[in-house]
């Protein structure tokens, strides 16, 4: 009986110890995945997105310079706010930019959940699941960006050479100039990307920080009129964020426990590790495949945020970032379509994890 007891007590003690090792990883990546969106949302109200896609809508040249500008715009946004970020508030940017403009929107569309998913390769809160995997095993922002450097230039530059070439003939036309601007508003939400930017490359633990900056600049925000509480609620999205949050945890959990996905990828090279992070992705979702796969530390953890942050243009499934795309898109009057989504984006996975993998050797 006393034996009995004492494996009751071991296998509790085991999956308490799990629940605090998976609590650790994750609660980092979401405070601060919740600031950042908090801080885009108010950069939102300030209308500094739409500010800088009518700006460059006027830019000189044909098609081909107006989608270069727009998606270095979407690429700048990914890397400061998150993927997320960038998804909501810069696919209606890019469309109206393409309709002012008189342009087929195909390119730009697309282009721009593509680009958000590349782009997010280069800081620890550009996406979630850089977080995730590398929670507590890397340096400040600083050292994670000077690693991942060359593979996240070659996936973006890849990423718009595909798309690029894709709708070459589209691109080519000059379309048409219009008059009228969206000007921006310099304030909280200026304030809150150049804070934001300076801590996640200077500080180890950005979390709370960024938090408390995003929660500063809203509340600024609120005081001074220039936005109402429901759209800065809908951007942090707890109703979303919660249940990601148990999620991620539970399978955290699940995943020390059991032990086979680590030690699956203790055992693999840097190229399957990056097809595995592609095919759970595609299969899962990138955020139950990253507790999976990375539970312990991988063998090749940077090989693996290729798989995970670039799989997901593979199927529309495969990251919250393509669902909210899906949604924001028709919301604006785009016709976006799954099946096309991977006909293309089968051509950026492999273009892009090939490229990076090749990057991140060199």
Known sequence: MVGRCGRYDRAERAVDTAILHALRQTWSPFVLVAGLLLIGAVAGTDRLFEGAGTWLARVPGNGLALFGSLMGLVAAVTVVLNLDTSVVFLTPVVLHAARRRGLPEKAFLY??????????????????????????????????????????????????????????RDLLGRGHQTSGSVPGRIGFGLLGIVLAAGLVLGLRAPALPVLVVGMVCAAGQLVVGRASLAPLRRAVNPVLLGPLFVLATGLGTLARLWGAPARLMA????????????????????????????????????????????????????????????????????????????????????????????????
């Not at 973006?156 to 050479?161: D, R, S």
């Not at 299969?283 to 991988?298: C, E, G, I, Q, V």
């Not at 604006?332 to 050797?361: N, Q």
């Open 267 to 362: 055992g693999v090279s840097a190229p399957v590790t990056s097809l595995l992070g592609v095919a759970a992705a595609s299969l899962f979702n990138n955020l139950p495949a990253t507790m999976l796969l990375a539970s312990h530390a991988p063998a090749h953890p940077r090989a693996l945020l290729l798989g995970l942050d670039l799989g997901p243009n593979l199927v529309v499934t495969g990251a919250l970032s393509a669902l909210l795309w899906l949604r924001v898109a028709r919301s604006e009057g785009a016709t976006p379509s799954a099946l096309t989504y991977s006909r293309v984006g089968i051509v950026v996975v492999i273009l892009t994890v090939v490229g990076g993998l090749l990057a991140l050797r060199w």
């Open 111 to 168: 282009g721009a959940v593509f680009m958000s998913n590349a782009a997010s390769l280069l800081l620890p809160g550009s996406n979630l699941t850089n977080l995730l995997v590398l929670a507590g095993r890397q340096g400040g922002g600083s050292g994670f960006a000077a690693a991942m450097f060359p593979a996240w230039v070659a996936s973006v530059v890849l990423t718009a050479l595909v798309v690029g070439v894709w709708r070459r």
